[in-house]
């Protein structure tokens, strides 16, 4: 019997004779096919309630981190609905770009190559200090182990249009105008009230609930998970738009005693995104497009000329952090986790990469492939990460607008000087771009990160993202599950050795033998999970230590 749109399976209806298709979400109840008529969506209704099977995740929020982690969860054919109060997706920018390590992640759902055409990959900042300008190249260090060394300055709205298409792609469809009231834990499930646009309401059984549902979470406020931090006093503006007057290709940046004002390439809606704050006694009237060529004309050394907004609004910008990423079966990722700044556009990237993280995890365990332990990791890996984001964002926040003396000291006076230093100083710069392109991000403090009893003395160790490189590896090494990656002689490694490895394993986990094209100079055994990262590292040829390994992560019914 084939499965519904949405990812069941058709239940019998006891009472009527027939077979009967048991789910009234969005996906089915648009399929007329499926539906004949308005009699046959009243036994759906009648029968909803006890017909349908619990899901295995509703997914509550459709921006880019809804969206990865439903591609994520359809991937494995995870039972889900994904619901979004809004009646549509942004089409604002909102977030503008994307850091090389997403696009890595992304890689797996064959979305990237469409971002990267729709995109904008910056390599220049512009530093408009008050007696010269500066040429800085972004990421031109320190990113030699990606295929996507750049800053792709793309719209919210188009990356959330690329994975929407993809999921289109898959018969994934997206409730809009669905809204989560309610939560209530019963017994193995949790018990999820959901309202339509049309007024109506229903229960939905989910084994676990993934709130992506933004600042102003629902499921963060039902599952009772604190938000902890402050909003800052400053407001700033926004708007996307055409300037005469700019260099094309590159990040603008004006720094003043009063603050700083950025111009972004976009492309799409409009050329340039604008991030400015507003002055110090200025009043608080609708942002208008006379009012941003104000500050801009206070701000800039330049003559520029602002036209044809697409858009225009002003806003004031919060740190907080969640006490908790998981509480009992209802998880928090994106927005819904961590809120701040957008220095450094760490926002979008880091909520994806949450989701990225917990998908596959959940995937597995709502398929009884892996222990309920394994979904312990989700916080242990992603807070500490959230809680780095909330540092950084907050110190580069304070530094471009803070209002002490001696900061706007620094910004005017001290930046000019030190900035051809900048240039030179290769190594802290590398460091930077390193940190902000998401790359430096590891787990090597997880439980779910082991170095068997010999560590290679080079390379990625546990914990570590697997790097491309050689040039290449991860491409060659690409798949779903999670990879074995064999470095040396083939002869180590014959077929033969793998069988208790793959033993009721074999669909989870493909083998790669990568000869000395290899990230590690001797011969060594690394497990890849199924988000890039290496989760078991070991030289030699023993297999000891990757069978405990999977023994305790991926355990068949002889462990």
Not at 260 to 279: E, I, V
Not at 385 to 413: W, Y
Not at 414 to 438: C, I, K, N, Q
Not at 470 to 487: F, K, T, V
Request: some cysteine; aromatic content about 8%; hydrophobic content about 40%.
């Amino acid at each position: 019997m084939a499965d519904l749109p949405c990812g069941l399976r058709p239940l019998r209806d006891p009472d009527a004779a027939g077979e009967h298709w048991a789910c009234g979400c969005a996906a089915c109840r648009v399929d007329g096919d499926l539906h004949q008529g308005q009699a046959m969506a009243k036994t759906f209704e009648h029968y909803r309630g006890f017909m349908t099977a619990p899901l295995d995740v509703l997914v509550v929020g459709a921006g880019p981190t809804g969206l990865a982690l439903t591609a994520q969860l359809r991937s494995y054919g995870t039972t889900f609905r994904i619901v979004d109060r809004s009646l549509d997706r942004a089409h604002e920018s909102r977030a503008l770009a994307i850091q090389p390590r997403t696009l890595e992640a992304l890689t797996d759902f064959g979305v990237t190559r469409e971002l990267i055409a729709r995109g904008n990959p910056a390599m220049q900042l512009r530093m408009h200090l008050p007696q010269r300008v500066v040429q800085m190249p972004l990421f031109d260090i320190g990113l030699t182990d990606t295929a996507y060394p750049f800053l792709l300055f793309l719209s919210q709205a188009e990356t959330e249009s690329v994975l929407a298409e993809h999921l289109e792609g898959q018969r994934v469809v997206i409730e809009r105008g669905t809204e989560l009231v309610r939560l209530e834990r019963q017994g193995p499930s949790v018990i999820c009230r959901l309202r339509h646009g049309d007024g109506t309401q229903e229960s939905v059984a989910a084994r676990y609930v993934v709130g992506c549902d933004g600042a102003h979470s629902t499921v963060r406020a039902q599952a009772g998970i604190g938000f902890e931090g402050r909003a800052y006093r400053q407001t700033f503006l926004l708007a996307d738009l055409e300037v005469d007057g700019l260099e094309r290709g590159a990040v603008h940046t004006y720094m003043t005693g009063s603050g700083m004002l950025f111009f972004f390439p976009l492309g799409s809606p409009a050329t340039w995104r604008m991030l400015a704050m507003r002055p110090p006694g200025a009043p608080d009237a609708e942002v208008k497009l006379g009012f941003l060529q104000q500050i801009t004309d206070k701000y800039a050394s330049d003559r520029l000329v602002l036209r044809d907004p697409v858009w225009m609004t002003d806003f004031r910008l919060h740190n907080r952090g969640a006490a908790l990423y998981r509480s009992g079966p209802c998880f928090l990722a994106g927005d819904a986790a961590h809120i701040h700044s957008p220095a450094g556009a760490q926002g979008m990237n880091t909520g994806i990469q949450d989701a990225l993280n917990l998908g596959w995890k959940l995937a597995l365990v709502c398929r009884d492939r892996a222990p309920e332990e394994l979904l312990e990791t989700y916080e242990t890996e992603r807070a500490p990460v959230g809680r780095s984001v909330l540092r950084f964002t907050d110190r580069a926040f304070t530094i471009g607008t803070s209002r002490n003396p001696l900061i706007r000291l620094a910004r005017t006076h001290l930046a000019p000087r030190l900035a051809p230093l900048a240039l030179r100083a290769t190594g802290p710069r590398g460091r930077v771009f390193r940190t902000v392109s998401e790359l430096g991000i590891h787990y090597r403090r997880s439980p779910a990160s082991t170095a068997g009893s010999r560590p290679p003395r080079r390379g990625p160790r546990a914990g570590d993202r697997l790097p491309d490189l050689p040039r290449g590896l991860q491409a060659r090494s690409a798949g779903p599950g999670w990879r074995l990656l064999l470095s040396g002689p083939p002869t180590l490694w014959p077929d033969e050795r793998f069988t208790s490895v793959l033993s009721g394993r074999a669909d989870l986990i493909g083998v790669h033998r990568l000869g000395s094209d290899s990230p590690w100079p001797d011969a060594v055994q690394g497990l890849v999970r199924p988000d890039g990262y290496l989760g078991y590292v070991a030289r030699g040829a023993q297999l000891e230590g990757l069978l405990a390994y999977l023994d305790r992560w991926l355990p068949t019914k002889h462990s």
